[in-house]
């Protein structure tokens, strides 16, 4: 049967569904891309032919911020549609992955057991770890628990959902491996600083250590760190890493004050982190990196782009995911200007670097200079485009 997505790479700690669920996954992939091609596209249409001359009609004037388009297009019936399917899209997702992750628990488990006998890499836990209320009050992204649940001292759980749910939720566009956006990194740094060699790096908010695994592969004589909150994920990164045959130190550490010394790295990066802290929290952790990373040491972030260039109808459109998918932080981070917010954590304007990338159906990053490229049109979700931002020290 050819499938629409192919399934993620089966390694060791990837949870396997039975059939009915995988047929659950291809539905609910299938139902992702058919709204991607065939309902968000539109909806700028709907909002020039229908929504604004109405209400330029009743108010004598365009709509002036975004706010008002959001309010005028969820009155339309095309936009509530869409809207809908998109929401019980991403609840059905999780709640099938929930049940993949449970049920081939055992497994997993066992697995973890095994490859914990001779590691290459550590896994430093904090039974202190004070979990930052922006992570521990919110099911981020409606994935039930969130990063934040461990329920014991061996709990893997969160960390297997996110492993399959987020290859389903970019429908295949982070890799078979979740190894996308880390390629995109690597590419971002190759492309601003070609002769960098890194020999101290570190992740910041690394999850299951998908996009952590390409600077491994891109420095091999490199130590590699990863650091994130929740407890359960990073035992399943670890896990995870040992059976890539990869050597990472992860450690469950908050990215706004850690316990690395000062100039420790020759590299920081972050993929996907900041959209989802708190705009202080944001500020905290950029100045964290700016303090663990050497002078002349680089910092490569990827993220939801900043949304200051879009039109209003495009910041409706990439905001959305703040209204209806419990991302309550996503709006503020699409605010943020990058360059300012790197230099006011201490980099000079002069060495601040900011790429927009598109990624393709396989996955596969195009850097561009402008926030825009007609070719990537952005899509409800933000999951098409990204912004690299970064800087030397
Ligand atoms: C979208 S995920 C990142 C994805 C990951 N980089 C990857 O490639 O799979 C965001 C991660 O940031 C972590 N996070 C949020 N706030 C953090 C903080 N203050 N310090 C460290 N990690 C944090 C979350 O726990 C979550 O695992």
Request: charged share 25%; with cysteine; glycine share 10%.
């Amino acid at each position: 049967m050819t499938r629409l997505v192919p399934q993620p790479i089966a390694h060791a700690m990837m949870p396997l569904p039975v059939h009915d669920a995988h047929a659950r996954e291809d539905f609910i992939v299938g139902l992702k891309l058919h709204m991607m091609a065939h309902a968000y596209p539109y909806d700028e249409l709907v909002y020039e032919r229908r929504a604004k001359p109405k209400f330029v009609k009743e108010h004598g004037r365009a709509p002036e911020n975004c706010d008002e388009v959001h309010a005028l297009m969820m009155g339309d019936d095309f936009t509530k549609m869409w809207s809908g399917i998109a929401r019980a899209a991403q609840e059905m997702l999780w709640a099938n992955e929930g049940k993949i992750a449970a049920r081939d628990m055992p497994r997993i488990a066992a697995e973890a057991r095994k490859l914990s006998a001779a590691p290459k890499g550590t896994l430093t836990l904090d039974p202190d770890f004070e979990m930052p209320r922006y992570v521990e009050a919110v099911d981020i992204h409606c994935m039930p628990g969130g990063y934040q649940t461990s329920l014991s001292d061996d709990d893997l759980h969160a960390g297997a959902m996110y492993e399959r749910g987020s290859y389903y939720y970019t429908t295949g566009m982070a890799g078979r491996l979740r190894d996308g956006g880390g390629k995109g990194t690597v590419a971002a740094i190759k492309k601003f600083f070609p002769d960098f060699e890194p020999k101290r790096i570190l992740d910041v908010g690394c999850t299951t250590g998908g996009a952590t695994m390409p600077l491994v592969d891109a420095w091999p004589d490199a130590e590699v760190h990863a650091i994130d909150v929740g407890a359960a994920i990073l035992r399943y990164a670890h896990a995870r890493a040992e059976a890539l045959g990869r050597s990472v130190h992860f450690s469950q550490q908050n990215g706004e004050c850690t316990n690395f010394e000062d100039r420790d790295f020759d590299l920081v990066v972050s993929g996907g982190m900041f959209h989802e802290t708190s705009s202080k929290a944001a500020r905290n952790i950029v100045k964290e990196m700016h303090r663990v990373v050497r002078p002349g040491g680089v910092v490569m972030n990827q993220d939801i782009p900043y949304g200051g260039d879009y039109s209003l109808h495009d910041q409706f459109m990439l905001n959305w995911d703040c209204y209806y998918n419990a991302e309550p932080f996503w709006r503020q981070w699409t605010a943020i200007n990058r360059t300012d917010l790197l230099n006011d954590a201490g980099f000079d304007r002069t060495n601040i670097v900011e790429s927009w990338a598109g990624r393709d159906a396989a996955g596969t990053f195009s850097f561009f200079d402008a926030p825009f490229d007609e070719s990537f049109p952005s899509t409800g979700g933000g999951i098409g485009r990204v912004q690299f931002f970064g800087a030397q020290k």
